[in-house]
């Protein structure tokens, strides 16, 4: 098993890090900008400065960092293996694609013929139903529920415990809050809240 960096070390990375050791890893650290020391008995090694340096061509990678913009920027900055992780109490149903530097956390439940970008995050018991189409970047929240054949646009992030019924399309860069119904399209980005669902900002 090759050695695994991760790319920030607060809260996001230590879920990361269990996932990791699921998943087999056993030579775990971090580098972040702004933490030292060392993170559930796991080493902080440098800050991102340090990530060329650190890329020996055996070493594998994941961001573990919540932000979608700032995933995407570290993404597009460093050509480093990009790994993806899933949680072996997801279920992950035939023919998903699952893209690199994904993770998929625990409980996390993608049905059949389901897409998922790069560098997402589906979230702790996250329901992406059978044909969505899930965009590089985006956050799906612990306990959001996506009906089928819905799409997700890139960086947007569904809030914790929301639900979006089939058929829909949120647009790139939104933000869904946390509990909201989202019942129409949403085309503009924008942030949007409540049952049912509408733009707040
Ligand atoms: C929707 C959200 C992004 C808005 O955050 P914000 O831009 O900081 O907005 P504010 O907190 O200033 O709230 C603006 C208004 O929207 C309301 N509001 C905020 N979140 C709401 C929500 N989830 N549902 C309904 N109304 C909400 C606020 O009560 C406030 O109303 P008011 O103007 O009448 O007082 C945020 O509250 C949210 O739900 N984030 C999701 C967090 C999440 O899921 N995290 C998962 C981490 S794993």
């Not at 054949?149 to 399309?169: F, L, S």
Request: glycine letters at 12%; charged letters at 15%.
């Amino acid at each position: 098993m090759n050695k695994l960096i991760i790319i920030g070390a607060g809260g996001h990375g230590k879920v990361i890090a269990d996932n990791a050791l699921k998943n087999g890893y056993t030579d775990i650290c971090f580098v972040d900008d702004h933490a030292t020391g060392e993170v559930m008995g796991f080493p902080i090694i440098g800050t991102s400065a340090d990530i060329p340096k650190l890329d020996d061509g055996k070493t594998d990678f994941i961001i573990g960092i919540g932000n979608n913009a700032v995933r995407k920027m570290i993404a597009e900055k460093y050509g480093v293996h990009w790994v993806r992780l899933i949680h072996p109490s997801a279920q992950i149903a035939a023919c998903v694609t699952v893209g690199c530097g994904t993770v998929v956390m625990a409980g996390a439940v993608i049905n059949a013929c389901a897409t998922v970008g790069a560098h997402c995050i589906i979230n702790t018991r996250a329901v992406i139903e059978h044909d969505n189409i899930i965009d590089n970047y985006a956050h799906i929240s612990p306990n959001a529920t996506l009906g089928g054949t819905v799409h997700v646009g890139e960086r947007t992030h569904i809030g914790i415990g929301a639900t979006v019924i089939n058929n829909i399309e949120v647009c790139e860069n939104c933000v869904v809050g946390a509990g909201a119904a989202v019942v129409k399209n949403m085309r503009e980005s924008g942030t949007y809240a409540g049952v049912p669902a509408r733009k707040i900002k």
